[in-house]
């Protein structure tokens, strides 16, 4: 299909629903994501980290944050 050529009203009703799908799945996505690491975060700050130093405290952040740069290429 060229640049001189246009979409049917309904083809383009159906590519913006199509649209919404998609970003409604990244949403989701996104959202199962942060649940995740806020719960992992959150169990082991309330279980094993209660009681730790904060040596500890800071080697655990340290290790987080290169496993979360490593993992988003930073």
Known sequence: MGPEMSLSKEALVNA???MELLDNEDKELKNNFDAYIYGK????LYTDGEDVSTTEFQKHLDSLKCEVDDFFGV
Do not use: I, T
Request: proline share 0%.
């Open 16 to 18: 913006k629903r199509k």
């Open 41 to 44: 975060v959150k169990d082991w």
